[in-house]
């Protein structure tokens, strides 16, 4: 067992003597920035490891969502979950659009398209779902709907690095899905830059106008097009990403061992519910979620505090809901009785540590605390 805290998440990172070449070469070329050779080599290689046509890279994946609004010209209303990290909501914000809550799915987590239609009003122009946790989305369903109304659909996929669903014969990436996916390379991401974004485009054209926005709507020296800002990745953070690119495969199958582990040791544990495994879907196991129920003999804040003293800090994701922060808990939308599946999850949820390097030994004693936790507080 480690004597060290335990976190949700470690960043992985790779040898720093692999990644000295790579800055030597920066260093010699002095290309720091726009559109730079490792930028290039980072969206190419990307391209074809996710399954995707067009990538454009960012600093981070909240400016690719505000971008990816700016790029498909959305206003007025959007639909979207409130459980979610803030940054999704935060985006429509930025951008003066209204966000319109909608109820999650209590299997999956996602947001639950029987409730979409009735959120629809005159003023409606896009779904902004998240592949939560990287669960697909119903992503049939969400574009069926899509269709009828004349929407566009964002998907959140900062969960959702090289998630693959059943398509026929095939696994697809579903980052194909809707008009634009967003992904996160954030330091806590499976796939990690330091910092970063991107936004999936389907075509050429997309693309090109992301490219405009995300680098203040410059086309060239002269000419500029668009009310852009500036979103450019670095070399640095690009280069990183083509060394990462060579350990994801690894880290993805440990934390699939991880996860694996829990499952068994939890299996049976009354009152401890673990999200059901999606069918014909390749997950990244990005995070392992628990929901403590009632019939648990414990809270999940009593679970919480257990493994905090204990120096294991997992997290509470997602509370509070995005609906009850102040500049959201107004909006009609974000009333609890619309909202029922989003609290009941939100108060029993619990993210517990999982990372490449967690060893079997560390999983053992975070899960025997979590068991232990109701004899505790008696």
């Not at 029987?114 to 779904?127: G, K």
């Not at 485009?201 to 020296?221: C, M, W, Y």
């Amino acid at each position: 067992m480690s004597e060290s805290p335990i976190f949700v998440t470690r960043p992985e990172l790779p040898p720093l003597e692999d990644f000295l070449p790579y800055l030597q070469e920066i260093w010699e070329t002095r290309v720091l920035t726009n559109n730079g050779p490792f930028h290039q080599k980072l969206e190419a290689a990307l391209c074809e490891y996710l399954g995707v046509p067009y990538i454009s890279l960012f600093t981070n994946a909240t400016l690719a969502l505000v971008t990816a609004l700016q790029a498909l010209r959305v206003t007025g209303e959007v639909i979207t979950t409130p459980y979610s990290f803030v940054a999704t909501a935060h985006s429509l914000m930025w951008n003066g659009i209204k966000p319109v809550f909608v109820d999650i799915d209590p299997v999956t987590l996602n947001l639950d398209p029987l409730r979409i239609e009735a959120a629809i009003t005159p003023q409606t122009t896009a779904i902004m779902p998240v592949h939560c946790y990287g669960t697909p989305c119903d992503v049939d369903a969400i574009r069926r709907i899509a269709d009828d109304y004349d929407l566009k659909v964002i998907y959140d996929a900062a969960h959702a690095f090289g998630v693959q669903r059943q398509e026929g014969d095939v696994m697809r990436s579903v980052l194909n899905h809707g008009d634009l996916s967003v992904l996160s390379f954030h330091a806590t991401k499976v796939f990690n830059t330091l910092e970063g974004g991107a936004i999936i485009s389907p075509d050429a054209r997309t693309k090109q106008r992301i490219d405009h926005l995300k680098n203040f709507g410059f086309v060239n020296e002269t000419t500029v097009v668009a009310t852009g800002i500036n979103g450019k990745m670095s070399e640095v953070n690009a280069a990183l990403g083509l060394l990462q690119l060579k350990h994801v495969d690894h880290a993805i199958t440990r934390r699939s061992e991880v996860e694996s582990t829990y499952r068994q040791l939890f299996t049976d544990v009354p009152g401890l519910r673990m999200l059901d495994i999606p069918a014909n879907a390749q997950r990244n196991h990005s995070y392992f979620p628990i929901l403590i129920e009632p019939g648990f003999g414990a809270s999940r804040d009593d679970v919480y505090q257990a493994l905090k003293v204990r120096n294991v800090f997992a997290r509470r994701y997602f509370y509070p809901l995005i609906s009850d922060f102040p500049m959201y808990r107004g909006l009609p939308s974000a009333s609890a009785a619309n909202l029922p599946v989003s609290h009941t999850t939100a108060s029993q949820v619990l993210c517990l540590p999982i990372f490449p390097s967690l060893t079997d030994v560390d999983i053992e004693h975070i899960a025997s605390i979590v068991q232990s936790t109701p004899s505790s507080t008696l």
